[in-house]
DNA sequence: TTCATAGTTCGATGATAACCGAACCATCCG
DNA sequence: CGGATGGTTCGGTTATCATCGAACTATGAA
């Protein structure tokens, strides 16, 4: 009995839209931290760990602790198939109602993922650091003798990154293109120095302005 | 891209309590009219056409019109798909939180259901009709002779009832029991003569009380 | 120890949407 | 033509819940 109102609840979880984007960025299998959810969710950390909390009551997500990170997965597989099944379902009909998450507009373009930049800009960025070889692709990109000079070259400390705990390169899937874009100790160095040289401004909230003189050092690589 | 919100409409749609009964209870397979959907989802008939029509509109239910009646079924089995799934994930997450629909505490013992007896006590009726053979059980439930007389003796009159277009004995897929109680003409028509005889009265909203001699009358088969 | 980062909890606010009463259309029956 | 039944539309009310600011806890680094 009350199959009706249990459903519900599962399904009232899913069918948030910051809570759905979480749980769609999930969808690519890896643990994701509490900021990082909060950045694709397009709220804030507070919000997003509100969610969290409620998802894994729910036992749609699992957390583990490590140091003083919260890695947060998928609870399991099947979790990650109902998900498809509603996607496929959307898709079928042509849902379009879309209640776009707060400041969703003027992020679309560019905007901060956590530490580094996201969006439009951010995806296209990493496309091109792949076409001028200063990044490998692979399980994840892979930094190239010409990318250590060309980062050097703005002003980069490498060594130093390189001793840091933190990974030096990953992608993170962008939630508004569906690319990947340049995470990792090397994507927020990037954004760093972009901001120091006038490549990029920030916006209102996490919004991201690249100027015209940035536009073109991404076009060239940084050369 | 904005997988995210989509699938959030979608589920959002599941999500609320009305109408995740609404689905569940066209799960069955059957098309249902929007009355007994109302009774069902245990809200108001114009409550009920507003859900009904986002559930069109997003394409989870079609509808059909036949004369003044409109049926409304499960769009596809996709969706039906998708339900079930949800199902499982509730059930594995223990979900609890049971937003109880409005008026929901009262109703579980026993209510009005369209024109018939619905809740513990309709659930209990029917089962006890089989057992004591005014009833033969199949894909519908189907009136014995030992039934005619039976329903006859307490007044009702089942040549007018046969000469009426609507079927005399549907089983109805009761939402607080997942079990069976009885509709169709036969349905409305014991419940008619009960309140007549003082087995049922009325109680808020669609709430109905069996008084003690009712129980004693269907504990015993009308004898 | 002090500072910084990661995350949670709390309280207040605001917006969405479910809900119902009432009035309104549509179909069938006599 | 009425009258009755099945459904939808509209307006106003209410409750829920997402959201964010601010204060707080916890872990790690210097």
């Known amino acids: 009995m009350k199959d009706g109102p249990v459903i519900a609840s599962v399904a009232a979880l899913i069918g948030d839209p910051a809570r759905a984007n979480i749980l769609t960025a999930l969808m ?13 969710a397009g709220v804030t950390l507070q919000t997003t760990s509100g969610h969290l909390a409620k998802l894994a009551d729910a ?12 890695y947060y997965r998928l609870h399991s597989g099947d979790v990650a198939e109902v998900l498809e099944k509603l996607m496929g379902l959307a898709q079928r009909s042509g849902a379009v109602r879309v209640r776009t998450g707060p400041r969703d507009e003027a992020m679309r373009e ?3 993922c956590y530490d580094h930049l996201a969006g439009e800009q951010g995806v296209a960025l990493l496309s091109r650091l792949f076409e001028t070889d200063l990044l490998s692709p692979g399980e994840t990109p892979c930094l190239t003798d010409k990318g250590r000079n060309a980062f050097s070259g703005i002003g980069i400390d490498l060594d130093a ?6 990974p030096l390169c990953l992608h993170c899937l962008d939630w508004s293109e569906r690319r990947h874009h340049l995470a990792g100790g090397l994507g927020a160095a990037i954004l760093e120095r972009s901001i120091a040289l006038g490549w990029i401004k920030r916006g209102e909230g996490r919004t991201l302005i690249v100027t015209s003189s940035g536009r073109s050092a991404f076009r060239n690589a940084f050369a």
């Open 28 to 40: 690519g299998g890896r643990a994701l931290t509490a900021s990082e959810l909060a950045e694709v």
């Open 59 to 70: 036992a749609l997500v699992a957390v583990e602790k490590q140091g003083r990170h919260r």
């Open 110 to 112: 560019a905007r901060l």
């Open 161 to 166: 990154l390189e001793r840091k705990r933190r």
